[in-house]
């Protein structure tokens, strides 16, 4: 059973950065496809990026391009997601997703599928 | 950009009736590329169904998905006490992944 354990609760300054963490133990990290999400207090999930780190393809939500980035360390198989330019709407809990990739249909490349595997989410607060 | 569009916004029935939940997308989704989720209050989202119809691992099987293009259904054939909570359609297959808004299924 793939377990995602996620860093702790931050609190930012608008206009800083934040870099949540996510380790993976069991299952193979290499061969799934990572994703980071996103849920704002009471609201739906929004998803920000993913990666597939056999293939190092990555793709990025148009909305959160040029302020997330989306890294993996297979060493010590844990994700990375940063987050830069906070403002007060980014407030949300952040969780790191595992799961299958597929074949995007557009591209042919390897994408990040379904999510069959949660992290235990990180809330992000942002407040001058 | 696909937009799910789920339906009813809320749904309040009893413990044993059947749950129908749909969920619409804007463009026709290829491959059979649509999860559900389940959300619990103060918990993270957990897989039911992907591929439209196939059930995660431990899921029992009064879920079931089905539909195809642009129309998708998650229905629940006998709710149980702990089947109560908040439910999402995921597209994938295309960037970026995108959820419907969600259905709350409630206790009448």
């Known amino acids: 059973q793939v377990q995602l354990v996620q860093s702790g609760a931050e609190v930012k300054k608008p206009g800083s950065s934040v870099k949540v963490s996510c380790t993976a133990s069991?299952?193979?990290?290499?061969?799934?496809?990572f994703s980071w999400v996103r849920q704002a207090p009471g609201q739906g999930i929004e998803w920000m990026g993913g990666?597939?780190?056999?293939?190092?393809?990555?793709s990025y939500s148009q909305k959160f391009q040029g302020r997330v980035m989306i890294t993996t360390d297979e060493s010590t198989s844990t994700a990375y997601m940063e987050l830069s330019g906070l403002r007060s709407d980014d407030t949300a809990v952040y969780y790191c997703?595992?799961?299958?990739?597929?074949?995007?249909?557009?591209?042919?490349?390897?994408?990040?599928?379904?999510?069959?595997?949660w992290g235990q989410g990180t809330l992000v607060t942002v407040s001058s | 950009e696909i937009v799910l569009t789920q339906s009813p916004g809320t749904l309040s029935l009893s413990p044993g009736e059947r749950a129908t939940l749909s969920c619409r997308a804007s463009?026709?989704?290829?491959?059979?590329?649509l999860a559900w989720y389940q959300q619990k209050l103060g918990q993270a989202p957990r897989l039911l169904i992907y591929?439209?119809?196939s059930r995660a691992t431990g899921i029992p099987d009064r879920f079931s998905g089905s539909g195809s293009g642009t129309d998708f259904t998650l229905t629940i054939s006998r709710l149980e006490p702990e089947d109560f909570a908040v439910y999402y359609c995921?597209?994938?297959?295309?960037?970026?992944?995108?959820f419907g808004g969600g259905t709350k299924v409630e206790i009448k």
């Open positions: 995921q597209h994938y297959g295309s960037s970026p992944l995108t």
């Open positions: 463009q026709s989704v290829s491959s059979d590329y």
């Open positions: 997703v595992r799961g299958a990739w597929v074949r995007d249909i557009l591209t042919g490349y390897p994408t990040p599928g379904w999510f069959d595997s």
């Open positions: 591929g439209v119809s």
């Open positions: 069991g299952g193979s990290f290499r061969n799934s496809a």
């Open positions: 990666i597939v780190p056999v293939f190092g393809t990555l």
